[in-house]
């Protein structure tokens, strides 16, 4: 039997406070954080966008995100290719830690901060 993790409908502020809070709680890893936001693909082929934390370690590349598990609020990891297949990941942008702090200043946004990721943002907010 498989867990279903509810999307939390805020992975962009989501993540970029989890990058922000990893990068602050363990600064050596902080090379090893990226920021990344994409567009996805449901089964009936619509596209959506998503925003996770990816870290690399263990000799693999994690992806860290923030979900919905039995009524509790959850961050949750799985290995990236096993994450992009069940998210049905198309395209990828990855920020660095200062990058992302970055775009977020000079946007006042969490994210997406690429236009044609917004315009799959289904009209979530993304501020």
Not at 9 to 27: I, M, Q, Y
Not at 61 to 78: K, M, N, P
Request: hydrophobic share 35%.
């Amino acid at each position: 039997m498989s867990v279903v993790v509810s999307p939390t409908g805020t992975c962009f502020s989501d993540a970029l406070e989890l990058l922000a809070k990893l990068a602050v709680a363990l600064p050596a890893q902080r090379q090893r954080l990226t920021l990344v936001h994409a567009l996805c693909r449901l089964p009936e082929g619509d596209v959506f966008t998503h925003g996770w934390v990816e870290w690399r370690r263990d000799g693999q590349i994690w992806c860290l995100s923030d979900g919905w598990l039995d009524g509790e609020r959850i961050t949750y990891q799985g290995a990236r290719r096993e994450y992009y297949a069940t998210w049905h990941v198309q395209e990828t942008t990855r920020y660095r830690v200062h990058e992302a702090a970055e775009h977020n200043r000079t946007t006042g946004t969490m994210g997406p901060w690429i236009p044609r990721y917004i315009a799959h943002c289904k009209g979530v907010s993304h501020a």
